[in-house]
């Protein structure tokens, strides 16, 4: 007999456009991370400004990897992983990003950092992100992440 459990959550996915902002205090290994790829710090923003699709959430509670990026954006994982990464980080390697739902260790190059809060244990509905969904990145400067920042924990 089946149980409330066995059900498979269905949904259509939803084109979300995400507020970024790009480097320095935002993404402190976008310059790095840009010259391991060979290009110019504008040109991975850019290229991560390309639409891109949630394939799972995992990690920790509502950590999304989202794929897959251009083959310039083959940049392997950090040597040596970081213990303390802010929520809303913005991390990329191997073709692939991820967004930081709250304070995790990590190790991927930080490109930048989005004012939304992604998972809420208290709220109704936990996160924002669902498997399946398309994600378009906005870049946005410091003036406009501060009035758009969300409470993180």
Known sequence: MPHDSDKIESHSPRLIQIPVCYGGEFGSDLAAAAADCDLSEA??????????TVLMLGFAPGHSYLAYYDERLLLPSCRMPR???????????????????????????LIG????????????????LRAGDRIRWVPIDAATFAGLQEVQT
């Open 113 to 128: 950092h989005t004012p939304w809060r992604l998972f809420d244990p208290q709220a109704e509905k936990t996160r924002r």
């Open 83 to 109: 213990t303390w990464i802010p929520a809303g980080s913005l991390g990329l390697a191997n073709r692939q990003s991820g967004i930081y739902p709250q304070i995790l260790l990590g190790g991927w190059s």
């Open 43 to 52: 040109v991975p923003s850019a290229l991560h400004g390309a639409e891109v």
